[in-house]
């Protein structure tokens, strides 16, 4: 059974696990641009991921893959008008993957409960405070810079303290808007701005951001570091990648997985909850 919000915003005292489905209704997105791009495809899409044992379904309008450029809010709320409503109808917890809030504010009228902002607030000021007075849910993503240009040249001295101190600093902000410390997730943002070895030193510091006391989401599916760990240049192609990075964040405290290949992380997840479940039960017997 699909977790509840509350389960989930409580997932990381009861180690329960989150699985949250990808729909990118875009032209252009760096794994799947176009492919859900049409409405019916879309929400087609969409039950195929809960049947597959998404809790959450993140629907996003706008792609950030390094280089994209911006989509205005309009364009946003008219490529999520023929989709958002019907997903949120087959009775999915929903979460809008925007930076804008009237973005945002149109897709909880039409039943999102959670607001996931790669910009962590930063980029539109009144997107915290349309989530606090809403009662939402909040995302807070970790980015160095913006789309267009975060892999220029990313550079950090300590990356986990770094990402760390932003992501206490945004939970701040997000409490002064409104939004409590209790409905906010935390992220480290893989892939926004970080080469090889920030993805895999922040996935291996998920102890770390954990000890913010917030859930902790982690979105490598399908990555480029995937494809440079691999060799496999194909989105499509990083599959296992995307499982087996999933599993060791999972392993150091991570309980929210935001992929594209929901089915395969949902039966990785179940069978290593199980051996953990086997060794702390030969542990304490
Ligand atoms: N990654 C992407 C988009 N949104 N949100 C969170 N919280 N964490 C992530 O890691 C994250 C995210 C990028 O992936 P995708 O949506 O597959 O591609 P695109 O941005 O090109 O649509």
């Given at each position: 059974?699909?977790?509840?919000?509350?389960?989930?915003?409580?997932?990381?005292?009861t180690g329960r696990t989150a699985v949250m489905g990808v729909l990118n209704v875009t032209p252009d997105s760096f794994s799947d641009g176009g492919r859900f791009f049409g409405p019916e495809l879309a929400v087609e899409q969409a039950r195929r991921m809960i049947a597959q044992g998404a809790d959450i379904?993140?629907?996003?309008?706008?792609?950030?893959?390094?280089?994209?450029?911006?989509?205005?809010?309009d364009e946003q709320i008219a490529r999520l008008r023929p989709v958002l409503p019907a997903v949120t109808a087959e009775g999915a917890l929903v979460s809008i993957d925007t930076t804008l809030a009237p973005v945002a504010e149109f897709a909880l009228d039409a039943g999102a409960r959670i607001v996931n902002d790669v910009s962590a607030g930063r980029d539109d000021p009144d997107l915290l405070a349309v989530a606090g007075r809403r009662g939402a849910a909040v995302v807070l993503m970790h980015m160095l810079g913006q789309p267009k240009t975060m892999q220029a040249d990313p550079c950090y001295?300590?990356?986990?303290?770094?990402?760390?101190?932003?992501?206490?600093?945004?939970l701040e902000a997000a409490a002064a808007a409104g939004v409590a410390r209790g409905r906010c997730i935390v992220d480290p943002?893989?892939?926004?701005?970080?080469?090889?070895?920030?993805?895999l030193a922040l996935l291996?510091?998920?102890?770390?951001?954990?000890?913010?006391?917030?859930?902790?989401?982690?979105?490598?599916?399908?990555?480029?570091?995937l494809g440079e760990l691999?060799?496999?240049?194909?989105?499509?192609?990083?599959?296992?990648?995307?499982?087996?990075?999933?599993?060791?964040?999972?392993?150091?405290?991570?309980?929210?997985?935001?992929?594209?290949?929901?089915?395969?992380?949902?039966?990785?997840?179940?069978?290593?909850?199980?051996?953990?479940?086997?060794?702390?039960?030969?542990?304490?017997?």
């Open positions: 059974m699909a977790l509840s919000l509350d389960d989930i915003l409580g997932s990381h005292r379904i993140d629907i996003g309008a706008e792609s950030t893959r390094p280089g994209s450029s911006r989509v205005s809010a001295a300590d990356v986990v303290a770094e990402v760390r101190d932003f992501l206490s600093r945004r943002g893989i892939g926004f701005g970080k080469r090889l070895e920030h993805n291996a510091g998920i102890p770390v951001l954990a000890a913010l006391d917030r859930p902790v989401l982690v979105g490598p599916s399908r990555k480029r570091f691999t060799g496999k240049a194909a989105p499509a192609d990083r599959v296992a990648g995307t499982v087996a990075a999933c599993l060791e964040a999972w392993r150091r405290g991570a309980t929210i997985f935001r992929v594209l290949d929901v089915a395969d992380v949902v039966d990785a997840l179940t069978v290593a909850r199980a051996i953990k479940n086997a060794a702390d039960k030969s542990l304490s017997g």
